[in-house]
């Protein structure tokens, strides 16, 4: 498939993407949706903001269309600077940077052919050329990796899990079946151990 039809189902995906990221905030406190849930910080509305921050360069730095917005890491030299909410930054903030990301990234898709040249300066030289498709299916697959660290930091927070609102793309089970399945994998990770 070529053409129209190859970059709508492209835009497809970024667009669940988002969204399923999105839906992991859902019904969480502040503090939950900031709280640091690895060794290196990873947090649900620090995914978010580097997402934003993310499809405003490769969407439109990339391809000479920069947006309004000010890139979070021209004023900072702190390192991970788009990985975290300050106390300063709301919630609602975030996720409206995020939403003025998309349509700046949408309106490149749609204005955009699929090889349409752009440039990353930050990559190596020897990548940075590249094309709308290129950055299209980078995008999805940065999107979707975060994703799944939302999922897992999702249920690291409260124990909520599931794929999308509408499909768990979990089996059915109680609390019950679920510690019974721990506990066996938890048995055979341990029986698989030779120390």
């Not at 124990?159 to 089996?171: C, E, K, V």
């Amino acid at each position: 498939m070529t053409g129209p039809g190859l970059k709508a189902d492209l835009h497809h995906y970024l667009q669940r993407g988002r969204e399923d990221v999105l839906w992991k905030l859902e019904n969480l406190s502040e503090y939950g949706v900031r709280r640091p849930m690895t060794r290196t910080g990873t947090n649900l509305l620090g995914l978010v903001k580097h997402l934003a921050y993310m499809e405003l360069e490769y969407f439109g730095v990339a391809f000479g269309r920069p947006s309004a917005e000010a890139l979070v890491w021209d004023d900072h030299d702190e390192p991970n600077v788009d990985m975290w909410a300050t106390a300063q930054e709301s919630r609602d903030e975030i996720l409206a940077l995020y939403r003025r990301a998309w349509a700046h990234a949408d309106a490149t898709i749609d204005r955009l052919p699929l090889d349409a040249p752009g440039v990353v300066s930050w990559w190596r030289p020897e990548r940075r050329d590249v094309t709308l498709h290129r950055i299209l299916v980078h995008v999805i697959a940065e999107t979707h990796r975060h994703a799944g660290h939302a999922d897992i930091v999702r249920e690291l927070v409260d124990g909520a899990t599931g794929l999308r609102a509408d499909n768990s793309n979990l089996p059915p089970g109680d609390q019950a079946w679920w510690e019974s399945y721990r506990n066996k994998l938890e048995a055979a990770a341990k029986d698989a151990t030779t120390d």
